[in-house]
C-alpha cells in the first residue's frame, strides 16, 4: 500500500469518528432555542392565570355570586354577578340551541351525503367562517336586526345568533371529524339489514359518535362563552337581572369584565368605611376568575367525556 | 378546540345506495318517503351555512352603503371623529393601516416562536407528554380575549413599560422605535405581544400537525446520513411543512386582524395619524376597537360609517382567511403524507 491511500484512509476514518464541533454546536443551540420556546409560551400562560387567581380569589363570596348591580355606584362593594352569569348562560344557551342543529346537519351532509361543487365549498366557506371576526358578527346581526326591529334595539337574542355565526362553524368542523371516525363497516352491516338510510345515520352513526360530538360541541361552546366584542355591540349593558333574551338588555360576563374595567378607579369621600376605590378592578378580577372556570370546566368535561365514553373502536 | 384540518382524510363513507348506478328495479326504492326528506333537511343545512356568509357580506354592504355615499360634510357632521373635509377614506385608510400593523407586528412575534412549539411538540418532547404539554398551548387559546386585555392592561404594559424605554432609548434611529415612548405603556407595541400570544395557539396547532405529517422515511434518511437532531429538522421537516406553516401564520394573521378586546383595553387609540411609532402614545388604532368603542353611542349616519369600517374588516380578514385555506386545501391534494 502506498502512503497516500494510508494518509486518505486516516482521514476518512478521522472524518467518521470524530464529531464536527460546529455541527455539534448548531445541534445544541436549536434544541436549547426550541426547549426555550415552549417555556416562553408557558410564562404569560402561567402568569394569567396566577394573576386571575390572586386577584380575584378575594372579591369572591356568595354575596358576589348571588347579587346583581342595580344600583349600586361609585366605590360600593356591595354589587355582584348574578345578572351577568345569568346572562351568559341564556345567551349562550340560545346560541348552542340554534348553531347545534345546524352545525351538526350540516357534517352529517358533509360526511354522509356531500359530493360535487356544493359539497367542496360548504367546506371551504366553513374554513373560512371560522375566521370571521367576532366584531363582525355582532355588527351583522344589528344590521340584520333592523329588518324587523327598531334600530336602537338590543336583545339578548340578537347576541345569541351573532354567537351562533362565530359557533357554527367549529360545530360543524368538530362534528364531522368524528362522524368520519365512525368504521364503515357499521354503516354497511346496518344497510345489510335493511334499515333506511336515514335511520342508520340517527341510530348508528350519531350514536356512535355520540361522545366525540358531545365533546365538541362542549368545546365550541367554551370558545364563544368569552367572547365580549359581538355581545357589546348587539347586547348592550344593563345592571339588572334579566331572564328574557327576547326583551331588553342583558348584562355577560364578558362585558361585565369590560364595563367595569372601562369605569376605572372611583374616587371615595375621606372616611368612608363603605367606599373601596379600586372596586371595579376587584369586580373585574372577580368575574374574570369566575369566567375562566366555566370556559376550564367546559375544556376539562368535554375531553373527560370523549376519554370515557368514547366507543373502543380498534 | 382549534379548527386545524385533519390531516388524514378518510374516503366518505355512505351513499352506495343511491350512488351506484342502481340496477332499474332498485331504483325507486333506495330513496323515498322520510329518506328523501332527511337529505334534504341536510343539504339544506349546508346550503343554509353559504347563505349566512352570503348574508353577513349583503347586509354589511346594504347598511354601510349610506355612509359610503354620504357626502363629506354629512359624514363629519354625523361622526365626531371625522373632521371638516375629510372623506371616510381617509378616515378609514389610518384604522387599516393600524390594524395591520399591529396584526403583522404580532405575527412576526408569534410565528418563529410557534415553529419552535410545534417543533418541540413534534420532535423533541418525550412523546408521552407531547399531548399534554400541546393540550397546555391550546389552553392559551381557552382563555377569553377580555381576560387578556385585563391582564394586558394591568399585568404586562407595566412589565414592558421599561423595555419600551430602552428600546427607544438605545434603537431610537429606527422607525419603529422613533418618537416620544409613551410613560404609560398602553401602546400599539404592547398590544402586538398580548396579540402575538393570543395567536400562538393556532399557529401552533397547524404547523404541529404538518411537521408531525412529515414521512417517516424522510427523517430516517437523513438520520442514516449522519445528520443530527436539527438537520434533520432542517432538511426533511421544515421543507416538507413550509407551505403548512405559511398558511398557518396567515390564519393567526386573520385571528389577529379581526381581534377586538385585548386591543381596545390596552391601547390609548389616535386617529387619522399613519404613524410607524409603536412606542408612542396616541398614534395608532384598530378598525374592530375602534368599532369597539364608539358603538354605543353611534346613531344615524354614524352606525352606518361604523358598519362600513366593519366591511373594511370583514373584506380584509376574508381575503386573508381565504388565501390561508386556498394554500392548505392545494397542500392536502399534492401532499404525498395522505
Request: overall charge positive.
Amino acid at each position: 500500500m502506498s502512503v497516500e491511500t494510508t494518509d486518505a484512509t486516516a482521514h476518512t476514518r478521522a472524518l467518521l469518528t470524530t464529531a464536527d464541533p460546529h455541527r455539534k454546536t448548531t445541534d445544541r443551540t436549536m434544541t436549547v432555542l426550541i426547549w426555550g420556546a415552549f417555556a416562553l409560551a408557558m410564562i404569560p400562560l402561567v402568569s394569567l392565570l396566577w394573576t386571575v387567581l390572586v386577584n380575584g380569589v378575594g372579591r369572591l363570596s356568595v354575596d358576589f355570586l348571588s347579587f346583581s348591580m342595580r344600583g349600586i355606584y361609585g366605590g360600593d362593594p356591595s354589587g355582584g354577578i348574578y345578572h351577568a352569569i345569568l346572562g351568559t348562560l341564556i345567551i349562550t344557551g340560545w346560541a348552542t340551541l340554534i348553531s347545534v342543529p345546524i352545525g351538526l346537519l350540516t357534517a352529517i351532509y358533509l360526511v354522509e351525503y356531500g359530493r360535487g361543487p356544493l359539497a367542496r365549498s360548504v367546506t371551504f366557506f366553513v374554513d373560512v367562517m371560522t375566521g370571521i371576526p367576532s366584531i363582525v358578527a355582532g355588527l351583522f346581526v344589528v344590521a340584520f336586526m333592523t329588518i324587523f326591529l327598531d334600530p336602537g334595539t338590543r336583545l339578548g337574542i340578537m347576541g345569541s345568533i351573532a354567537l351562533s355565526v362565530l359557533m357554527v362553524p367549529v360545530v360543524v368542523r368538530s362534528c364531522e371529524e368524528m362522524l368520519k371516525l365512525v368504521p364503515n363497516e357499521l354503516r354497511e352491516a346496518s344497510y345489510a339489514l335493511g334499515v333506511p338510510k336515514w335511520l342508520t345515520i340517527v341510530k348508528v352513526v350519531l350514536r356512535t359518535s355520540v361522545a366525540g360530538i358531545t365533546t365538541g360541541i362542549l368545546l365550541a361552546i367554551a370558545r364563544v362563552i368569552g367572547e365580549t366584542a359581538p355581545l357589546l355591540v348587539a347586547v348592550g349593558v344593563t345592571e339588572s337581572i334579566n331572564f328574557n333574551a327576547f326583551d331588553g338588555r342583558m348584562m355577560t360576563l364578558p362585558v361585565f369584565i369590560y364595563r367595569q374595567y372601562s369605569q376605572g378607579l372611583s374616587t371615595c369621600q375621606e372616611g368612608d368605611m363603605q367606599c373601596v376605590v379600586d372596586i371595579t378592578y376587584q369586580n373585574a378580577w372577580g368575574a374574570a376568575l369566575v369566567l375562566i372556570v366555566i370556559v376550564m370546566l367546559l375544556n376539562i368535561t368535554g375531553r373527560l367525556v370523549n376519554r370515557w365514553f368514547a366507543p373502543k373502536l380498534r | 378546540m382549534t379548527t386545524t384540518d385533519s390531516p388524514q382524510r378518510p374516503a366518505r363513507p355512505g351513499g352506495h345506495a343511491e350512488r351506484a348506478p342502481a340496477r332499474r328495479r332498485r331504483r325507486g326504492t333506495t330513496e323515498r318517503g322520510f329518506n328523501r326528506v332527511f337529505r334534504w333537511i341536510a343539504t339544506g343545512a349546508g346550503a343554509f351555512i353559504l347563505a349566512i356568509l352570503a348574508a353577513v357580506a349583503l347586509f354589511l354592504l346594504v347598511r354601510a352603503w349610506p355612509a359610503l355615499t354620504a357626502s363629506e360634510d354629512e359624514l363629519s357632521d354625523a361622526v365626531g371623529r371625522i373632521p371638516e373635509g375629510t372623506s371616510l377614506l381617509e378616515f378609514v385608510g389610518p384604522l387599516i393601516f393600524g390594524t395591520l400593523l399591529a396584526a403583522l407586528l404580532a405575527l412576526a412575534l408569534a410565528t418563529p416562536v410557534a415553529m419552535g412549539i410545534g417543533l418541540f411538540i413534534s420532535h423533541y418532547a418525550p412523546p408521552r407528554l407531547a399531548q399534554v404539554l400541546g393540550y397546555l398551548v391550546d389552553l392559551l387559546a381557552a382563555i377569553p380575549s377580555v381576560v387578556y386585555g385585563l391582564w394586558g392592561f394591568l399585568v404586562l404594559a407595566p412589565v414592558l413599560r421599561p423595555v419600551w424605554f430602552w428600546l427607544g432609548d438605545n434603537l431610537g434611529w429606527f422607525p419603529l422605535f422613533a418618537g416620544q415612548v409613551s410613560a404609560t405603556g398602553k401602546v400599539l407595541a404592547t398590544v402586538s405581544v398580548v396579540l402575538a400570544v393570543m395567536i400562538l395557539p393556532i399557529i401552533t396547532a397547524v404547523s404541529r400537525e404538518v411537521f408531525l405529517q412529515t414521512p417517516k422515511l424522510h427523517e430516517e434518511a437523513a438520520l442514516a446520513l449522519g445528520a443530527t437532531r436539527w438537520e434533520v429538522i432542517r432538511v426533511a421537516v421544515l421543507p416538507f411543512g413550509r407551505s403548512g406553516v405559511i398558511s398557518a401564520a396567515m390564519l393567526g394573521l386573520g385571528r389577529a386582524l379581526g381581534e377586538t378586546m385585548a386591543v381596545l383595553m390596552i391601547i390609548s387609540p389616535g386617529f387619522l395619524v399613519y404613524s410607524l411609532e409603536i412606542l408612542a402614545a396616541s398614534q395608532h388604532n384598530t378598525i374592530a376597537a375602534y368599532i369597539a368603542l364608539d358603538f354605543a353611542e353611534a346613531s344615524g349616519l354614524a352606525v352606518n360609517a361604523l358598519i362600513a369600517t366593519g366591511l373594511a374588516l370583514f373584506l380584509i380578514t376574508m381575503a386573508v382567511n381565504m388565501t390561508a385555506r386556498a394554500i392548505v386545501a392545494r397542500r392536502k391534494e399534492f401532499s404525498g403524507a395522505n
